[in-house]
């Protein structure tokens, strides 16, 4: 099974139990955003520049737990922002899977480790020794790390263990050179890629979040899949990246780029995930086939995005995960007052211009699973997805040439470090304006790649233009 025996149940309940009830609308998954602080600056993202304003704001603890009771959705996605960096985040996810629901961490991995090993603390024992060693020969930890695991951990504080209720749930999008310079630094993709390994040692379940882009390689994508798949990955999640309008914002102002050529366009969308329905058969993609039908433009449907509610500091953000035209103070009240026949695409038509391009999974999968735009067979097709046999791990991935970057001196930074050391570059003053700001980078804990600022890239590659210029 794609998922494990009592979450598909679970999920399955409770569609079949609104569905008894003839409720209009209800919550499948909750977008549980506690901060909008990140320790990256993601190309396409715009959440930290829509909150800018509140980056230093959280939801409280009971705030968070009390909006996953509130719309009783079965699953809730934690995400942010970084949520990790949430100083209470460990209280977030032990309430919510004492509430009984399905918890997804969404992170860029940078601190999952350093996580991780606080669990190691807080359950040591002599038995862990093998798993240390273990951990300790395949370089995810170090021997000073064990030193403190073997301390212990007395704070009275809950930890984020593994569960068959949780994933850790971790955004890669494509091998390591695409990955590092979307989210715009180096080093990343690594950090990710050893925090699953730890992470699958230890007994968690993960699942990789994807975004597919206009400049990514439809081959990347398939390869990407192979080599998580030879990593025992449990799953993975795939959307189009759409134009939304924070991000727009952001790609101009911030970056001096033109949306039109990042972000995918309808047609687009459908070229790039034509193989979609083949992914599903050798990988673990979470989700319906139906929404996989929609993506490879097989069939159309309608956005049921109150299926997927967001809420975060300002409240229930309506109507949708990526437009804001509103927060409300409660999601029935959030239900009642959006005019949801406002928005989304009806018979090829986008009844919102924001809704154009819009193929996204958070708005467009339940739809797949709720039935709307039903087809004969679907019901049948969704049930025999989801509890049929999980694709076996793809162990030939590891022949995968996924360390593409920086790993190899091929970083999306390699052009401007060979610059600022070429003799040219010292001989115009270029070392001694730019080498100060060229400081180790330890990834093994995440923070040091904690700034999110981009000038350093941004300045040297404005020098390499100059000098070609010049030349």
């Not at 022949?399 to 052009?415: D, P, Q, R, T, W």
């Amino acid at each position: 099974m794609r998922f494990p025996l009592a979450l598909s149940a679970k999920i399955a309940g409770h569609i079949v139990k609104h569905k008894l009830k003839r409720t209009p609308k209800f919550a499948m998954v909750l977008q549980l955003e506690p901060l909008h602080t990140c320790n990256l600056t993601c190309t396409g993202c715009g959440r930290i520049r829509e909150y800018s304003t509140s980056l230093k704001d959280m939801m409280s603890l009971e705030d968070c737990l009390a909006s996953a009771q509130e719309c009783d959705a079965p699953m809730v996605s934690i995400c942010g922002g970084e949520p990790l960096i949430y100083p209470k985040i460990e209280e977030c996810i032990d309430g919510i899977l004492k509430q009984g629901r399905i918890v997804y961490v969404c992170t860029n991995g940078m601190f999952m480790r350093k996580k991780m090993k606080d669990y190691l603390a807080s359950i040591y024992n002599a038995e862990l020794e093998p798993t240390l060693t273990k951990l300790v020969e395949e370089k995810l930890i170090s021997e000073k790390d064990v030193e403190t695991i073997r301390k212990g951990k007395n704070d009275g504080r809950p930890t984020i263990r593994p569960s068959k209720w949780m994933y850790w749930n971790v955004h890669v999008d494509g091998l390591e050179y695409t990955h590092d310079l979307i989210v715009e630094r180096e080093g990343v993709f690594k950090e990710c890629v050893e925090a699953i390994k730890m992470a699958k040692i230890l007994g968690y379940q993960v699942a990789t979040n994807t975004t597919v882009y206009k400049e990514t390689e439809v081959k990347e994508i398939e390869q990407m899949f192979e080599f998580f798949s030879s990593l025992e990955v449990d799953g993975h999640t795939i959307s189009p990246g759409y134009d939304y309008d924070a991000a727009k914002k952001d790609m101009v102002k911030r970056l001096g780029k033109q949306p039109e050529d990042f972000f995918l366009t309808r047609a687009m969308t459908r070229a790039k995930f034509k193989d979609i329905q083949k992914w599903g058969e050798r990988f673990t993609i979470f989700g319906t086939p139906v929404y996989q039908e929609f993506l490879a433009g097989k069939r159309e449907l309608t956005c049921t995005a109150w299926a997927i509610p967001t809420r975060n500091i300002r409240g229930w953000k309506a109507p949708c995960y990526l437009m804001t035209d509103g927060h409300y103070p409660s999601y029935q009240e959030m239900l009642r007052e959006v005019k949801w026949e406002k928005y989304g695409v009806h018979d090829g038509v986008a009844r919102d211009h924001r809704c154009e391009n819009c193929m996204v999974h958070c708005g467009y999968d339940p739809s797949g699973a709720l039935g709307t735009n039903y087809q004969r067979g679907d019901n049948w097709k969704n049930f025999r997805y989801n509890f049929g046999a999980k694709p076996k791990p793809y162990y030939e991935g590891r022949n995968v040439n996924a360390f593409n970057g920086v790993s190899i001196g091929k970083g999306h930074l390699a052009e401007a470090k060979a610059a600022i050391n070429s003799p040219r570059a010292a001989m115009n003053g270029a070392q001694s304006v730019f080498q100060r700001r060229e400081e180790p980078h330890d990834h093994k804990e995440g923070g040091s790649c904690g700034s999110g600022d981009t000038a350093q890239r941004d300045e040297l590659l404005s020098k390499i233009a100059a000098n070609k210029k010049a030349e």
